[in-house]
T-cell receptor, first 114, second 106 residues
């Protein structure tokens, strides 16, 4: 079956622009997660949805970062007024049930802010 | 917060060699996953292993939760095994380890 998909795969933004990153989880998966991976580092948790409810956003680095999953399926991570330190790979993952169950990752979106 | 350390940080092998990767964590966890991040950046699930031993082909993993470590064994390594191996532990969120970068040469 289809895995987690993300779009776009690459995004170049000028500093100050807004960007929107999309995640399509595995069909039927209740939980959805966003992670940020800086070069040479492991992924770091940003936020978690159970269906349409955002239950944990403790990892979002600033109020410029906003995520939504309005119908409990597709999710969008929005970054307003991008800055150079936002350059990273943004990974989406989904799991069948709660957050402690096995997570499956998408290919990521590489964001470069110039 | 919980610390997740992996060793060795870097590993260079010739094709056919065996290796053991280690993941130590500083507190009790609810589950543990091993991933392979290939050179294109895709995280591939290897094992979901909160405790015990599992095997999948040339790979196997053992987690001893009471002693707060997990081991990943790779036998008869192939060039396609190259990449970064991460363990990740779940408490109230998934926390990734420091990673082991593996290079396998023909």
């Amino acid at each position: 079956g289809a895995g987690v998909s993300q779009s776009p795969r690459y995004k170049v933004a000028k500093r100050g622009q807004d960007v929107a990153l999309r995640c399509d989880p595995i069909s039927g998966h209740v939980s959805l997660f966003w992670y940020q991976q800086a070069l040479g580092q492991g992924p770091e948790f940003l936020t978690y949805f159970q269906n349409e409810a955002q239950l944990d956003k403790s990892g979002l680095p600033s109020d410029r970062f906003f995520a939504e999953r309005p119908e409990g399926s597709v999710s969008t991570l929005k970054i307003q007024r991008t800055q150079q330190e936002d350059s990273a790979v943004y990974l989406c993952a989904s799991s069948l049930v709660g957050p402690g169950s096995e997570q499956y990752f998408g290919p990521g979106t590489r964001l470069t802010v110039t | 917060g919980i610390q997740v350390e992996q060793s060795p940080p870097d590993l260079i092998l010739q094709e056919g060699a065996n290796s053991t990767l280690r993941c130590n964590f500083s507190d009790s966890v609810n589950n543990l996953q091993w991933f392979h991040q290939n050179p294109w950046g895709q995280l591939i699930n290897l094992f979901y292993i909160p405790s015990g031993t599992k095997q999948n082909g040339r790979l196997s993993a053992t987690t001893v939760a009471t002693e707060r470590y997990s081991l990943l064994y790779i036998s008869s390594s192939q060039t396609t095994d190259s990449g970064v191996y991460f363990c990740a532990v779940y408490t109230d969120k998934l926390i990734f380890g420091t990673g082991t970068r593996l290079q396998v040469f023909p």
